[in-house]
């Protein structure tokens, strides 16, 4: 078995190197029509540098998994500030694309939770669409859009989860297919449990992200690992990578469904045991706080493991 290790965004290890610099709306109706183009402009040039430093950074540390910042174009999607963000910052797409393709890596993108296909409002749904689809161009100028995925949560249960349910299916018919297509769904937290997401994934065909931290903060007695991540792993059966999960642990025993700043070994120690006894590659998307520290740190315990052998710099055979 393999695990691939992988990080979110930003190299905390580089020196001023956040993809996700913003303007507020209200900073922008502040500004002149020339110098709001200037700005938007300058700050996704910087967010899309940064992200090309963050990309050389894990090739030098064999990462070999990135979710890119869904915030690298500030002010992409809203109503009243709308401009041509992909035509000035081609090559930088390009370039991107090319050093992810070259290398080998497996990329992804998670919107905020406001983009989500359950509301009864038809203009959270209209949103949502919208959202998918800025995040379904930038792939395109990368060139990445049929290999990258978008990963969303259900959506809320508004005080009756199977009515949210049956909107999260006829809303997300408003979704061009080539974007589904990319889409994965993952379990949360306080909402829908890694069974009811599977069911939800098995209908659209979709892959699921499988979140074994919201699986340990929201699941039911008869959700045992041993039982449910088959499911998971064969939603993944038709998709050229290997299934995907979010790790991470609870900041403290209070703040249970915080990410703490590293990963605690200790903490996902059982599903590394089920996923050994199940012999299957997967991939780790690593969702604490120090990013890229945290994957090397997990890394090293992870290969101190009986029977575990590390491979590079971010891969352990098991």
């Not at 174009?73 to 500030?81: G, I, M, S, W």
């Not at 990410?259 to 996902?268: G, L, M, N």
């Not at 520290?293 to 101190?304: G, N, S, T």
Request: net charge neutral.
């Amino acid at each position: 078995m393999i695990i691939r290790f992988g990080y979110v965004a930003m190299a905390t290890s580089l020196y001023d190197a956040s993809p996700s610099k913003t303007m507020t709306f209200s900073r922008y109706k502040q500004l002149g029509k020339e110098e709001r183009a200037e700005q938007l402009r300058e700050i996704t040039r910087a967010n899309l540098e940064h992200t090309i430093r963050a990309l050389h950074y894990n090739i030098a540390h064999e990462i070999h998994l990135y979710r890119f910042s869904s915030s690298l174009v500030p002010l992409a999607t809203h109503e009243e500030a709308e401009w041509d963000y992909i035509t000035p910052f081609q090559e930088k797409y390009k370039e991107i694309g090319k050093l992810v393709k070259k290398h080998q890596m497996r990329t992804s993108f998670h919107p905020n939770q406001f983009t989500l296909f359950t509301s009864d409002k038809a203009h959270v749904t209209t949103n949502a669409v919208k959202d998918m689809d800025y995040h379904y161009a930038l792939l395109e100028a990368m060139g990445l859009e049929k290999e990258s995925h978008i990963n969303l949560h259900v959506g809320g249960a508004y005080g009756d989860k199977p009515s949210a349910i049956e909107r999260f299916h006829d809303n997300l018919k408003q979704l061009p297919p080539p974007i589904k297509g990319q889409m994965t769904l993952e379990n949360d937290d306080k909402t829908y449990t890694t069974t009811e997401t599977l069911s939800i994934c098995e209908k659209e065909k979709v892959p699921m992200m499988f979140d074994y931290h919201h699986y340990m903060a929201n699941h039911e007695k008869e959700e045992e690992l041993e039982d449910i991540l088959p499911r998971f792993y064969q939603t993944w059966s038709n998709n050229p990578f290997p299934p995907k999960m979010h790790v991470s642990s609870p900041k403290s025993e209070k703040a249970y469904r915080s990410h703490a700043d590293f990963v605690d070994i200790e903490f996902i120690k059982p599903l590394i045991k089920v996923l050994k006894s199940q012999q299957v590659d997967v991939d780790f998307m690593i969702e604490a706080k120090k990013k890229d520290r945290a994957v090397l740190q997990l890394v090293e315990d992870v290969a101190k493991i009986r029977g575990a052998k590390r491979i590079d710099g971010a891969t352990i055979g098991i």
